[in-house]
């Protein structure tokens, strides 16, 4: 049984909102509110923030566009989706196989540090944090949590108990429903915190950051916008393919995927204007790393009033963009046994989510001293965890968005890729629109992309 005779109505959107909220709740991830405040503290501010915009419209977008339009095109999941498309070439076929085995890969630790939210969400609710604001005993909190193997296991059973949970119920009652209400529920906490931050005495000192201009921009700041530009719109794996599968054939992919992208940039400078006016009120420092989400964001807060309240908000947020991410990531995995081996939605997400949940356990015990934590540190210079992020980020993630941009710039026939360009959209009408579009997959992403590679990979 073919992957389009195994879809009905069910298996699509209900409608283009669904898809919306749930490709963006794909890219809005912890990377937004935890990884893009504290590189933009390092990288200059406000300078930072204007390049990673030009970023988004230059290489994310047009990726995200040429993802999407693999996905409805095929109707099918990354693998099947590259079969079909390049005529049965097993090569392309490979781009589609990396993006799932990333997936996989990516959500077994991501779930890890989920579970590190999850946790602090408890303690802000059982008001477990220490009672003074001395920072040694928050660091010391999150390092007896990382180190912790007992607590580390338990909450990567919930968070993938979860995720499993929702994709289990598929598309339109599982998905696309809780997308649609999580989505919601995370933009409304978020302009809840934002207002909170311009109550606040660093309100001021942290537009001026955000939006001013700074001599701390440097190349390698440039190297660094056009990396999280990339991977914060979740490119190169498979996920938006995945979920652009499920349109209609006929829906809008040039504008639904700018709405996304719109989304993801909104949540990402909406934390930036939650964190640094709660950081700049206490005079804690913007560039503090990944530590100014669990140390000194906790340690801020409780300083400042209502922070109780703020603090349980705040971890409830982390939570909502956590989860969207990781049912992306768990429904492509789930979406290629379905299609390929025609396997039940409960057959398929049942054995990804017991086989990523046992993936994850030696990202689980990384912190510890045994043989994934301190012994691989020995061996290799890197955790197990470190190692899976590693291969993850560096390697298969730019591989895959390589191999996305140059299908669909250089394999898939011209006449298709007008017409999937143009189909159910008023931008695609636009001729000059579509120049620019062809130009940045075929030549710009992929010489971007590598560059970033070069660049993580500490080459440049």
């Known amino acids: 049984m073919t992957d389009r005779a195994n879809r009905n109505s069910s298996s699509q959107w209900q409608s283009s909102i669904g898809f919306i909220a749930a490709a963006a709740g794909s890219a809005v991830g912890l990377g937004n509110i935890w990884k893009f405040p504290y590189i933009t503290g390092e990288n200059g501010g406000g300078t930072f923030v204007l390049f990673y915009l030009l970023c988004i419209a230059v290489l994310g977008l047009p990726i995200m566009v040429a993802e999407v339009m693999i996905g409805r095109t ?198 930036c204007l939650v964190l640094f006016p709660i950081a700049f009120s206490v005079g804690l420092e913007p560039s503090a790393g990944p530590g100014l989400i669990f140390i000194n964001i906790p340690i801020a807060l409780l300083q400042l009033p209502f922070g109780q309240i703020g603090l349980l908000v705040f971890f409830l947020l982390l939570l909502l963009a956590a989860l969207t991410s990781a049912i992306s990531l768990l429904e492509m995995a789930v979406a290629f046994f379905i299609d390929s081996l025609g396997w039940t939605r409960t057959l398929a997400t049942s054995t990804m989510g017991g086989f990523i949940y046992l993936l994850g356990i030696p990202s689980a015990l990384s912190g510890g001293e045994g043989f994934f934590g301190a012994g691989l540190r020995q061996i290799l210079g890197m955790t197990w965890f470190d190692a899976a992020d590693y291969l993850a980020s560096n390697w298969l993630l730019p591989l895959g968005g390589i191999g996305i941009s140059l299908f669909v710039g250089w394999r898939l026939n011209s006449q298709q890729r007008v017409t999937e360009f143009r189909d159910g959209s008023r931008l695609g009408s636009w001729q000059w629109l579509y120049f620019l579009w062809v130009l940045a997959i075929r030549w710009l992403s992929p010489i971007v992309i590598v560059l970033v590679m070069l660049y993580n990979l500490e080459i440049l």
Not at 95 to 107: H, P, Q, R, S, T
Not at 121 to 129: A, D, E, Q, Y
Not at 245 to 270: C, E
């Open 74 to 271: 095929s109707q099918s999941s990354p693998v099947r989706a590259f079969q079909r498309l390049s005529m049965g070439n097993s090569w392309w076929q490979v781009v589609g196989a990396l993006g799932v085995f990333a997936g996989i890969l990516i959500l077994s630790y991501y779930s890890i540090v989920a579970g590190w939210g999850l946790h602090y969400l408890l303690l802000s609710i059982v008001g477990g944090f220490p009672q003074d604001s001395n920072p040694q005993a928050y660091t010391d909190l999150f390092d007896s949590l990382v180190q912790s193997v007992r607590l580390n296991i338990w909450w990567h059973t919930v968070f993938m108990g979860i995720t499993t949970l929702v994709v289990l119920r598929g598309i339109r009652g599982g998905i696309e429903r809780f997308a649609n209400w999580g989505m919601l529920a995370l933009f409304l906490l978020l302009g809840g915190l934002a207002i909170y931050g311009t109550t606040l005495p660093g309100f001021f000192p942290a537009i001026e950051f955000v939006f001013g201009f700074s001599d701390n921009f440097t190349w390698k700041s440039a190297l660094e916008a056009l990396g999280h530009a990339f991977f914060s719109l979740s490119l190169g794996i498979g996920a938006m393919l995945t979920y652009g599968s499920y349109l209609k054939r006929h829906d809008d992919v040039v504008g639904t995927s700018i709405a996304i992208a719109i989304a993801d940039t909104v949540v990402a400078i909406g934390a």
